[in-house]
């Protein structure tokens, strides 16, 4: 009798950890990729935001691969709050985007917040369609490259810089000395080819809307309002994110409210982690200044 009933006891408990195990793999599986619960079927939509200047594009870029090899995802909306930012880092956020919609078959959409200015505009551009607020200040079209010569501050400090290169554009864009005319004839090639570029991708982008004369006169660097933007069919219409979150789903057939899915949160370092780890890199990123602000020369596509 005792034996029986350890062994009806071994069963039940057996049964009850096999269900058990069964409702955390349902979980999971639910869970995996989406930062939230949507359930396991299709007809998703993924929201991935673009915020604050383009410095990187990695982490972007991660989260949009990731979206576009899940084959649950139907659509990507892309939420941007950004003025722009780095030339290259901008140009890899739209080829991503280009990815998503050639190879894997997304639909991209872009909803802009406050601000989808150059890098952003140019990013904008590589989706299937761009919609944003009345308000929205965008536009943007042009390069620019600056930085701070602190010379005559060295020369009040009676501080003496001394410069060996290889070549005599090497250091081209110095902080401590002028630039010479013929630097400059230089620099303004450069910034001329990133302009080509970039109406290049907004021709590309409006082909069926505008032609690349049109773009051009629209590219003297001057943003617009969302209004005049439409106006202007730099975009293709106005709404806010919930107005382009119900676009997005219609556009790829999702009927009724769709299952929104995010990237998880990146998880919080602890003192712990600080305290024992021998890499410092994350400390000494690109987002710690470690010189003066515009002692570096940079190109961007960047609305100041």
């Known amino acids: 009798m005792k034996r029986f009933n350890l062994t009806t006891v071994l069963i039940i408990a057996g049964f009850s950890f096999v269900f058990f195990v069964a409702i955390i793999v349902v979980a999971a599986l639910a869970l995996s990729g989406s930062g939230g619960f949507g359930g396991l079927g299709g007809g ?3 929201v991935v935001y673009l915020e604050g200047v383009i410095f990187d594009s990695k982490t972007i870029n991660e989260q949009l691969k ?12 892309l939420r941007m709050d950004t003025p722009g930012g780095g030339v290259a880092a901008s140009q890899e956020i739209a080829d991503q985007v280009k990815w998503l919609r050639k190879e ?5 959409v872009i ?6 200015a150059s890098g952003g505009y140019y990013v904008a551009c590589a989706a299937d369609k761009i919609y944003a607020n009345a308000g929205t200040v965008t536009g943007s079209i042009g390069v620019i490259a600056e930085w701070v010569n602190y010379g005559s501050l060295l020369k009040w400090a009676q501080l003496q810089p001394e410069v060996i290169k290889s070549g005599e554009m090497k250091d081209v864009g110095s902080p401590t000395r002028e630039i010479t005319p013929k630097e400059r004839e230089y620099l303004q090639h450069l910034i001329n080819q990133m302009f080509e570029q970039f109406v290049s991708a907004v021709a590309d982008g409006r082909k069926d809307l505008l032609t690349r004369e049109q773009v051009k006169q629209l590219a003297d660097g001057r943003v617009y309002t969302g209004e005049e933007a439409l106006q202007a069919k730099l975009i293709d219409g106005l709404g806010n994110y919930d107005a382009v979150l119900k676009a997005t789903a219609e556009l790829v057939g999702i009927k009724g409210e769709p299952q929104v899915v995010t990237p998880p949160k990146p998880r919080r370092g602890s003192l712990l982690d600080l305290l024992t780890s021998t890499d410092l890199s994350g400390m000494l990123s690109g987002k710690t200044p470690l010189q003066p602000p515009g002692a570096t020369l940079q190109f961007e596509y960047l609305w100041k």
Do not use: F, H, T
């Open 44 to 46: 998703r939509i993924a």
């Open 66 to 77: 990731m979206y576009g090899e899940d084959s649950r995802v139907s659509a990507i909306l």
């Open 104 to 108: 894997k078959g997304k639909k991209v």
């Open 111 to 116: 909803s802009m917040g406050s601000v989808g």
